[in-house]
Protein backbone atom coordinates (compact mmCIF):
# COMPACT_ATOMS: atom_id res chain seq x y z
CA UNK A 1 0.00 0.00 0.00
CA UNK A 2 1.34 3.58 -1.12
CA UNK A 3 1.09 6.36 1.62
CA UNK A 4 -1.53 8.13 -0.42
CA UNK A 5 -3.52 4.92 0.45
CA UNK A 6 -2.36 4.48 3.97
CA UNK A 7 -3.08 8.03 4.39
CA UNK A 8 -6.71 7.93 3.49
CA UNK A 9 -7.39 4.38 5.43
CA UNK A 10 -5.33 6.55 8.36
CA UNK A 11 -8.32 9.25 7.70
CA UNK A 12 -10.83 6.33 8.08
CA UNK A 13 -9.49 5.05 10.84
CA UNK A 14 -9.54 8.35 12.57
CA UNK A 15 -12.95 9.11 12.33
CA UNK A 16 -15.17 8.96 15.37
CA UNK A 17 -11.87 8.90 17.87
CA UNK A 18 -9.86 11.26 19.79
CA UNK A 19 -7.15 11.01 17.09
CA UNK A 20 -9.93 12.63 14.75
CA UNK A 21 -11.72 14.69 16.95
CA UNK A 22 -10.48 17.88 15.74
CA UNK A 23 -9.28 16.63 12.71
CA UNK A 24 -11.18 14.53 10.29
CA UNK A 25 -14.69 14.45 12.08
CA UNK A 26 -14.25 18.69 12.51
CA UNK A 27 -13.62 19.15 8.75
CA UNK A 28 -16.99 16.86 7.66
CA UNK A 29 -19.19 18.46 10.50
CA UNK A 30 -17.90 21.76 9.70
CA UNK A 31 -18.49 21.17 5.70
CA UNK A 32 -21.56 19.70 6.57
CA UNK A 33 -22.61 22.89 7.85
CA UNK A 34 -21.11 25.16 5.84
CA UNK A 35 -21.89 23.62 2.16
CA UNK A 36 -25.17 23.96 0.30
CA UNK A 37 -27.45 20.86 0.31
CA UNK A 38 -26.95 20.47 -3.79
CA UNK A 39 -23.56 19.95 -3.25
CA UNK A 40 -24.07 16.86 -1.55
CA UNK A 41 -26.89 15.42 -3.77
CA UNK A 42 -24.55 15.96 -6.66
CA UNK A 43 -21.32 14.54 -5.20
CA UNK A 44 -23.43 11.87 -2.96
CA UNK A 45 -26.60 11.75 -4.52
CA UNK A 46 -28.22 12.41 -0.61
CA UNK A 47 -28.57 15.89 1.20
CA UNK A 48 -27.67 14.41 4.43
CA UNK A 49 -24.54 12.11 3.54
CA UNK A 50 -22.55 10.26 6.10
CA UNK A 51 -19.52 10.68 7.52
CA UNK A 52 -18.24 7.80 5.72
CA UNK A 53 -19.81 9.01 2.54
CA UNK A 54 -18.33 12.08 2.95
CA UNK A 55 -14.30 10.57 3.71
CA UNK A 56 -15.01 8.85 0.47
CA UNK A 57 -15.09 12.39 -1.30
CA UNK A 58 -11.40 13.27 -0.40
CA UNK A 59 -9.62 14.01 -3.35
CA UNK A 60 -5.62 14.65 -3.04
CA UNK A 61 -4.94 18.58 -3.09
CA UNK A 62 -1.35 18.49 -2.29
CA UNK A 63 1.80 16.54 -1.42
CA UNK A 64 4.65 17.69 0.39
CA UNK A 65 7.91 15.44 -1.03
CA UNK A 66 9.97 16.76 1.60
CA UNK A 67 7.89 15.89 4.58
CA UNK A 68 5.32 13.14 3.87
CA UNK A 69 2.92 15.30 4.29
CA UNK A 70 -0.60 14.57 2.33
CA UNK A 71 -3.44 17.53 2.11
CA UNK A 72 -6.44 15.93 1.20
CA UNK A 73 -9.93 18.23 0.54
CA UNK A 74 -13.29 17.73 -1.20
CA UNK A 75 -13.75 17.77 -4.86
CA UNK A 76 -14.29 21.41 -6.92
CA UNK A 77 -12.39 23.66 -5.02
CA UNK A 78 -15.21 24.62 -2.41
CA UNK A 79 -13.28 25.22 0.44
CA UNK A 80 -9.54 26.27 1.74
CA UNK A 81 -9.23 23.50 4.45
CA UNK A 82 -7.51 20.05 3.94
CA UNK A 83 -7.32 17.18 6.58
CA UNK A 84 -4.03 16.70 6.70
CA UNK A 85 -1.51 13.20 7.19
CA UNK A 86 1.99 13.56 8.23
CA UNK A 87 4.11 10.44 8.02
CA UNK A 88 7.37 10.13 9.66
CA UNK A 89 10.41 8.36 9.00
CA UNK A 90 9.46 5.11 9.24
CA UNK A 91 6.47 5.70 7.58
CA UNK A 92 3.65 5.71 9.71
CA UNK A 93 1.17 7.93 10.40
CA UNK A 94 2.67 10.77 12.73
CA UNK A 95 -0.41 13.23 12.68
CA UNK A 96 -4.16 13.99 11.23
CA UNK A 97 -5.01 17.42 11.13
CA UNK A 98 -7.43 19.86 9.79
CA UNK A 99 -5.58 23.35 8.35
CA UNK A 100 -6.69 26.03 6.04
Do not use: C
Not at 39 to 52: A, C, F, N, V
Request: hydrophobic residues 35%.
Amino acid sequence: MDNQAKALAAIKEASGTELGEYSVDEFISHHLEELPADYWKKHLGTTSPTTESVIGLLVLRSKWDDSEVYDFTLPEEVTDYVVSVSFDDDGEIEDITMES
